[in-house]
């Protein structure tokens, strides 16, 4: 009796997590997404009220629809600036994927005893604050800035680069900041592969080239994929690095709820863009891991 | 309405943080204010005389103030919306009636801003005003004369005529990121009444914004007073005391740089930031003695002195320094006054259409 109430515990702790930080707040924000805007504290309608009984709980669920995930088919705005998103997220995460597979390898074939030293190196920069590691990019890209004087001084261009304020300003921003979440799974993956493989591969006649994309490479996937979710899924809606270092017309989907949010005092329509964003995001996620695990455990 | 637009870093504070209001034995007063927006010296001159603590916090949106005010609860006991976003945050019940017993000072209060706030807060009933001040034109006088050929500018021409602002688009054209300043700038320029919400009108003011769009280098609302000051742009459409800030800053430099403002001639929009407390202030009382104390006669001419706007504060004009008071950027004469106008709030389904037109102006498309 004892060890299944155990058991029951163990297994209870993470889905009561779950249910707390994860299920409860979406519950919240799918609620408000059915409601409708009001000029009051809060500023939408209905509210939760217990004190007229069940009459009360009738009224509340009746008064519940979906007018405002129709209105969101209606503009192409949303669509748009997911859209938008999407590409900016995606190449994000590839340029990251790029820049830190090198950098994760080299890593990994250090001397153990520098591999502290650049891991510390890689998380160094996450001890000073996000907020002001991206306004130094505005003093880094803009027209009189660093960056410009620096390409000007040595003759590379003879009038300054218009960076900030574009989508290459927010590349560079995302890029940055989210390189060492693609570099520590990858690291990770890397450091702990069996180096008698390559010299198998070797001894077997390829090259050190084609060791790398016979053996390296697929061995490592686990921590491309690891690298390029964690860098893919907060890029989507990042709003920091687009408000701060993007133009007026750059768009994506954490502006677009700022906007619903902020300007338009829109709760309801703000909350159901972000349900639709969870959904798109999640569900295809969930989709992927579970053809992973499948297809793991088909190997196996 | 001194910053509007999205500023992060305000935003980001007011919602991850929630102010600390522990009514500990030391009597305090939570006061959110607009940034660069007071002389500090006077806070401390308050806690000096009354002895309660001032915890001063800033914004620079009124739209980052007012969802925290919608959420309920935010800490504050003193709160400086702007008048269009005052009238709807009474609607919703936030804040409560100022009890008038308690401004003594009500006597020093200048009738012909008042009468005016009344369209927002009838009988001024829930707020006193703060500053007021107008949205025009801010400008590098050198540039403009050299590309315009005009010693000064005083005509929305200048902005609102596409072949005149294309000459401006290499020197730097900033605006506002604030429809509801810069929609009934275009309306009034067209002719009609900036107040408008006929469909027919705002797609005019679209248009009207569209064609000048490729001309705009940044819509940001409150940058433009280091780049002016720089001399890193040459036109802007701005805040009046932001830009005079410019104005004093380039003086200050003496890097060759000179600013101007212009209320044009068509007419500009005239806007109030009013002090009210939110119901749920927990020190309401200490709250009313802040109020009252900003509307002494000398503290109010203090804070004007030192931000470069004009007061609701009658009392306070013959102390005012001679750059304040006889500024007609400033203090407009009767002639301008009479040009300027007021707007009113949006309603939900008028702001949606407002804000999407304002999103389509800025991404070009």
């Given amino acids: 009796m004892d060890r299944k109430l155990g058991r029951f515990l163990l297994i209870g702790i993470p889905y009561f997590w779950l249910f707390l930080l994860f299920l409860v707040p979406f519950g919240i924000v799918l609620k408000i997404s059915l409601s409708d805007v009001a000029v009051a504290i809060p500023p939408y309608t209905p509210t ?11 009224a509340f669920v009746g008064n519940l629809d979906f007018e405002n995930y129709v209105w ?23 340029l990251s994927l790029l820049i830190g597979y090198p950098l994760a390898y080299s890593m990994a074939k250090a001397p153990s005893e520098w591999r502290p ?11 000073t604050s996000f907020l002001i590691r991206v306004y130094a990019w505005i003093g880094i890209l803009k027209t009189e800035g660093l960056l410009n004087q620096l390409l000007m001084f040595v003759g590379v261009v003879d009038d300054p680069l218009h960076i900030l304020n574009t989508d290459t300003a927010v590349y560079i921003g995302i890029v940055y900041s989210y390189l060492p979440f693609m570099v520590l799974p990858l690291y990770s993956a890397l450091e702990k592969m069996d180096g008698s493989l390559l010299e198998a591969a070797q001894d077997l006649g390829c090259t050190a080239i084609s060791a790398f994309w016979k053996v390296t490479l697929p061995l490592s996937i686990p921590g491309i994929i690891a690298g390029s979710f964690l860098v893919f899924i907060p890029a989507i809606g990042e709003f920091v690095i687009p408000d701060l270092l993007g133009g007026s017309d750059t768009k994506m989907i954490g502006k677009t709820l700022w906007v619903e949010f902020f300007s ?33 455990e088909a190997e196996q | ?46 806690e000096a005389e009354t002895g309660i603590k001032v915890v001063y916090d800033v914004f620079d949106s009124n739209e980052v ?56 807060d009838p009988g001024n009933a829930y707020s006193v005003n703060y500053m007021w001040g107008t949205t025009g034109i801010g400008y590098n006088v050198d540039m403009i004369k050299e590309r315009l050929g005009v010693e000064r500018i005083d005509s ?12 401006l688009k290499d020197c730097g054209v900033y605006l506002l990121d604030a429809p509801t300043e810069l929609i009934p700038a275009a309306l009034n320029y067209l002719g009609k009444n900036p107040d408008s919400r006929d469909k027919g009108d705002l797609k005019a003011a679209e248009d009207l914004l569209m064609s000048i769009r490729p001309f705009v280098r940044k819509f940001h609302s409150s940058e433009y007073i280091s780049t002016l000051a ?117 309603d939900p389904k008028t702001q949606r259409v407002i804000t999407r037109l304002w999103t389509k102006v800025k991404s070009g498309s």
């Fill in chain 1, 117 to 127: 030293t650049l891991l510390m190196l890689i998380i160094l920069p996450f001890w």
């Fill in chain 1, 264 to 296: 338009n005092r829109d709760w309801p329509v703000a909350s159901a863009v972000a349900v639709l964003l969870l959904l798109l995001l999640i569900v295809p996620i969930v989709l992927f891991q579970k053809q992973q695990e499948r297809a793991q």
């Fill in chain 2, 230 to 346: 720089n001399g890193d742009i040459c036109l802007t459409v701005g805040w009046s005391g932001d830009i005079l800030q410019a104005r004093d800053r380039a003086a200050e430099a003496d890097n060759g740089v000179t600013v101007d403002y212009a209320i044009p001639k068509e007419g500009a929009l005239m806007w109030f930031d009013q002090m009210a407390v939110p119901a749920d202030a927990s020190n309401a009382d200490n709250a009313h003695k802040f109020i009252n104390y900003i509307m002494r006669d000398d503290v109010m001419a203090k804070a004007s002195n030192y931000v470069y706007y004009a007061n609701g504060n009658l009392a306070s004009q013959k102390l005012l320094a001679e750059d304040v008071i006889g500024d007609p950027a400033i203090y407009p004469d009767s002639g301008t006054m009479e040009r300027l106008y007021t707007i009113m709030p949006y």
């Fill in chain 2, 1 to 46: 309405m001194k910053k509007i637009g999205n500023s992060l870093l305000t935003s980001v504070l007011a919602l991850g943080l929630a102010v600390s209001t522990q009514a500990s034995a030391e009597e305090v007063v939570n006061v959110f204010n607009w940034s660069d927006y007071i002389d500090e010296e006077i806070l401390a001159e308050f």
């Fill in chain 2, 65 to 120: 103030l007012e969802t925290k005010l919608l959420a309920g609860s935010s800490g504050y006991d003193v709160v400086v919306p702007t008048g269009t976003f005052l009238a709807r945050q009474i609607q919703a019940g936030v804040f409560q009636k100022l009890d008038q017993s308690k401004l003594t000072n009500n006597g020093n209060l200048w009738n012909v801003v008042s009468e005016r706030v009344d369209k927002y």
């Fill in chain 1, 72 to 94: 969101l088919t209606e503009d192409d705005l949303y669509w748009s600036s997911y859209l938008s998103s999407l590409k900016i997220a995606f190449v994000s995460t590839v």
């Fill in chain 1, 48 to 58: 939760f009220d217990l004190d007229n009984g069940w009459e009360g709980i009738k």
């Fill in chain 2, 156 to 167: 929305w021409d200048v902005v609102f005529d596409p072949e005149k602002l294309a000459k």
